[in-house]
Nanobody, 123 residues
Framework: VQLQASGGGLVQAGDSLTLSCTASGLPFSDYNMGWFRQAPGKEREFVAGISDSGGLTKYARSVQDRFIISRENAKNTLYLQMNSLKPVDTAVYYC?????????????????WGQGTQVTVSS
């Protein structure tokens, strides 16, 4: 199983950025997917989750109304559109896969993780 995250970079506050995560080696459409992030010195935290069909989404309060999670099952790809970025959004962003929608916010419920992509937002 491989989850390959990409799309990170250095942007200015207020800019937008879209992350992608391409999955291989697992039945992508059978898995709920999540984005997490980890800033230096902090724990990895939930950002957004989407159900296996794409019909349900969930967001952390800190990104609600700014970030949009989506997926294209035909392309085995997960996305995170990030708008109105703030310096506090600076972190390494990880995609992950889980069978458990009810506990989508809990990182311990995820069995597969990508390698992470760095997002840096300057003020």
């Amino acid at each position: 199983v491989q989850l390959q995250a990409s799309g990170g970079g250095l942007v200015q506050a207020g800019d937008s950025l879209t992350l992608s995560c391409t999955a291989s080696g697992l039945p992508f459409s059978d898995y709920n997917m999540g984005w997490f992030r980890q800033a230096p010195g902090k724990e990895r935290e939930f950002v957004a989750g989407i159900s296996d069909s794409g019909g349900l989404t969930k967001y952390a309060r800190s990104v609600q109304d700014r970030f949009i999670i989506s997926r294209e099952n035909a392309k085995n790809t997960l996305y995170l559109q990030m708008n109105s970025l703030k310096p506090v959004d600076t972190a390494v962003y990880y995609c992950a896969a889980t069978r458990d929608w009810r506990l989508i916010m809990f990182r311990t419920r995820y069995g597969y993780w990508g390698q992470g992509t760095q997002v840096t937002v300057s003020s």
